[in-house]
């Protein structure tokens, strides 16, 4: 059974520019959920999606924003970069509801590693 | 508002010694779910276990062990033979109704 896939692995941007981060989840997994990770902050919850809807929504600003698609598959969008938006950025798949409150086992992705420039 | 202190930044043992990472945690709420989860150098968090707020049992998985307790709000996590494939980044969490909360994460390394 595949994992939770997120692409790309590795990127490099510039101030001001803007990234798209996919996440495939685990098959039959109607649940993702991105955090972002880094050293100062740790690991923050952004938003989590369930039936393509946005269920929670972590304390960010609206630079961050995300979607998913009828497959399940999740994106998450940061416009206008800044260079604290550095980060690994986590996506976590689970079959009910992910993120906040839910009870269920989150499946993680290895992440998306967000270099600005 | 809830919080998740794991006051041990970084831990090294040598392989065989027994470690325990500490966890304490801060919220109002009566309902509520704890985890551990294991982040290898390949990044991605591997859960371990979870714990609601009601069940107070320890548990023990092979050479890994939890021992909740309501009343100091901890949720320690014992490694028993550490062995070098332990070596990661160890977080707590906490889960309620809206909000997750990550500890800040232990770093294990175990030296063969």
């Known amino acids: 059974k595949a994992g939770v896939t997120q692409t790309p692995r590795y990127l490099i941007k510039t101030r001001g520019q803007q990234v798209t981060l996919s996440c495939s989840p685990i098959s039959g997994h109607r649940s993702v959920s991105w955090y972002q990770q880094t050293p100062g902050q740790g690991l923050q919850f952004l938003f989590e999606?369930?039936?393509?809807?946005?269920?929670n929504k972590g304390n960010f600003p609206g630079r961050f924003s995300g979607r998913q698609f009828s497959n399940s598959r999740s994106e998450m969008n940061v416009s206008t970069l800044e260079l604290g938006d550095s980060a690994l950025y986590l996506c976590?798949?689970?079959?009910?509801?992910?993120?906040?409150?839910?009870?269920?086992?989150?499946?993680f992705g290895e992440g998306s590693r967000l270099t600005v420039l | 508002a809830q919080k998740v202190t794991q006051a041990q930044t970084e831990i090294s043992v040598v392989e065989k010694e027994d470690v325990t990472l500490d966890c304490v945690y801060e919220?109002?709420?009566?309902?509520?779910?704890l985890f551990w989860y294991k982040q290898p150098p390949s990044g991605e968090l591997v859960f371990l276990i979870r714990r609601n707020s009601f069940d107070e049992q320890n548990e023990i998985s092979g050479r890994y062990s939890w021992n909740f307790q309501k009343s100091t709000s901890s949720f320690n996590f014992t490694i028993t033979a550490s062995q070098v494939v332990d070596s990661a980044v160890y977080f707590c969490?906490?889960?309620?109704?809206?909000?997750?909360?990550f500890g800040a994460g232990t770093r294990l390394t175990v030296k063969p």
């Open positions: 976590a798949s689970s079959m009910d509801r992910a993120g906040p409150g839910d009870t269920g086992e989150l499946f």
């Open positions: 999606y369930f039936s393509e809807t946005q269920r």
């Open positions: 919220t109002r709420d009566t309902t509520y779910y």
């Open positions: 969490a906490l889960s309620r109704l809206d909000d997750m909360r």
